[in-house]
C-alpha cells in the first residue's frame, strides 16, 4: 500500500496501513498515530464525515481497536486503548479528554515492579504486561466535556452529556448529564427535543 | 538484565542536560519542552535514579525547587511543579498530564495577592513577592498516579497507593490505598 501522508501536515508521519478512514473523513495530524501499535487488521476505522484534530493520541496497544462513528468530532483526546474503544456516531468529544479501556500496568505492585523494570530495556519503551482490558463504549451523539476521565468498562449511553473535569466511573444512562469528580446523574435530557433535521 | 542498556549513561533525548540535574544509568528524558520552565539554581536541583522513562515530563523547578526521583519511574507527560521539595520514591507510575505541585504560586489573603500580582507584573520589577506556601510533596515506592489527576502540597502518597485518574488529592493518601474524586476520598484497598 503506498503511503498516506496528509498534505496540510506539520508533522512528517504516515497514516497507517491498517487505519480505514472514510474519504470524507478528517484527520488534521498524523501526529496522533505517534504511539499507535495496533497489530489488528483494522485498529482504527474512521467514519463518513469523522475528524480528529490536533491532540488526539491514538495510544494504541498491539490488540487495540478504534472506531469513530460517522460525523464523530475527537477535538483532542488521548484514547488509550488495548481492546476496544468505539465512538458512535454524531459524538462531540472535547480535548485533554481521556478514554482508555486499560490501566496498562498490574494493580499488584510486584508485578507492576517486574514490567517497569522489563519496559527499561525495551525500544521504544513501552508496557507489554497481561493486563486485562475492558472496552470503553460511547453512545451514538453522546457529548463529553474538556478535562474528562472515562475510565475502563464505562459505556456512556447514547445522547448523554459528561460535564467537564467529570471523571466517570460507571456506566451513564443514555440521555441524561453527568458532572463531577466521581461523575453523578445531575439532569435527564428531554427527548422531545430529539427530532432534529438532518 | 540484558546487556544492551547495561551502564548506558542516562540523557535528555532533545539536548543537554542542565548542569545542576542528574540523571541514573539508562534513564531517559524524551520531549523539547523538559527544560522549559526550569529555573532552579540548586546544587543539584533534579536527581533522577536509573531505569527511569521520562517521557514529555515538564520539569517546572523555581530558583529553589529541588526534586528527586527514584530507580524504575515511569512518567507520561507529567507536569512536576516544584518551589521547593518533591520527593518521589522508586517504581512510580505518573499518568498523562497529571499535576504534581508543592505550592499553590499565590497568597490566599486578597491584599497580599494584589501586592504578588504587581510584583509579578511586568512594572513589578525587582519587588519582592509576599510568602507564598510551600510544603514538600512526597510519593512513596509502587505508587500509580493516573492520567489527569492533581496532587497538591504538602501531601504524602503512602506506599503502593493507586491515585485514579482524574483526581484531585488535596490529603495524605494511606499507603495501599485506591482513591478518586475530587477531593479524593478513599474507595478501596489495592
Known amino acids: 500500500m503506498a503511503q498516506r501522508r496528509l498534505s496540510w501536515d506539520w508533522y512528517p508521519g504516515t497514516i497507517p496501513d491498517n487505519v480505514v478512514m472514510d474519504e470524507t473523513a478528517y484527520v488534521e495530524t498524523t501526529f496522533s498515530f505517534h504511539l499507535y501499535r495496533s497489530q489488528e487488521s483494522v485498529g482504527v476505522r474512521i467514519g463518513r464525515g469523522a475528524s480528529t484534530y490536533l491532540g488526539t493520541m491514538f495510544d494504541a496497544g498491539p490488540r487495540a481497536r478504534i472506531s469513530l462513528g460517522d460525523y464523530a468530532l475527537v477535538h483532542g483526546a488521548r484514547i488509550i486503548c488495548d481492546a476496544e474503544v468505539d465512538i458512535g456516531p454524531y459524538a462531540l468529544i472535547s480535548w485533554n479528554v481521556v478514554l482508555m479501556d486499560t490501566y496498562r500496568l498490574p494493580l499488584d505492585a510486584p508485578l507492576r515492579r517486574r514490567e517497569l523494570e522489563r519496559v527499561a530495556l525495551r525500544s521504544p519503551r513501552s508496557f507489554a504486561a497481561p493486563v486485562p482490558a475492558r472496552p470503553v463504549r460511547i453512545g451514538a451523539n453522546v457529548w463529553i466535556g474538556f478535562d474528562s476521565c472515562i475510565l475502563p468498562g464505562v459505556t456512556v449511553g447514547e445522547g448523554a452529556i459528561v460535564g467537564a473535569r467529570a471523571v466517570v466511573t460507571d456506566d451513564v444512562p443514555p440521555y441524561t448529564i453527568v458532572a463531577g469528580n466521581p461523575a453523578r446523574v445531575i439532569r435527564r435530557l428531554n427527548m422531545e427535543e430529539m427530532s432534529h433535521e438532518a | ?190
Open chain 2, 1 to 190: 538484565m540484558s546487556d544492551t542498556a547495561e551502564g548506558k549513561p542516562g540523557c535528555w533525548v532533545n539536548g543537554d542536560l542542565p548542569a545542576n540535574v542528574r540523571v541514573g544509568i539508562n534513564s531517559l528524558i524524551i520531549g523539547d519542552n523538559a527544560f522549559k520552565r526550569f529555573r532552579s539554581k540548586c546544587q543539584p536541583a533534579l536527581v533522577i535514579g536509573s531505569n527511569c522513562t521520562m517521557d514529555g515530563v515538564h520539569f517546572a523547578l523555581c530558583e529553589e525547587g529541588h526534586a528527586e526521583i527514584g530507580d524504575f519511574c515511569y512518567f507520561t507527560n507529567a507536569v512536576l511543579l516544584c518551589e521547593l521539595d518533591l520527593r518521589i520514591g522508586n517504581y512510580v507510575v505518573i499518568g498523562w498530564n497529571a499535576t504534581i505541585a508543592d505550592s499553590d504560586f499565590h497568597p490566599i489573603g486578597p491584599a497580599k495577592r494584589i501586592a504578588d500580582a504587581i510584583a509579578c507584573s511586568p512594572l513589578g520589577k525587582g519587588r519582592p513577592r509576599p510568602e507564598i506556601i510551600r510544603e514538600p510533596v512526597v510519593i512513596e515506592d509502587d505508587v500509580w498516579i493516573g492520567p489527569n489527576a492533581t496532587v497538591l502540597k504538602g501531601v504524602r502518597v503512602g506506599t503502593g497507593a493507586w491515585v485514579e485518574a482524574g483526581a484531585m488529592v488535596t490529603r495524605d493518601v494511606p499507603p495501599r490505598k485506591r482513591v478518586l474524586g475530587n477531593p479524593a476520598q478513599i474507595v478501596g484497598d489495592v
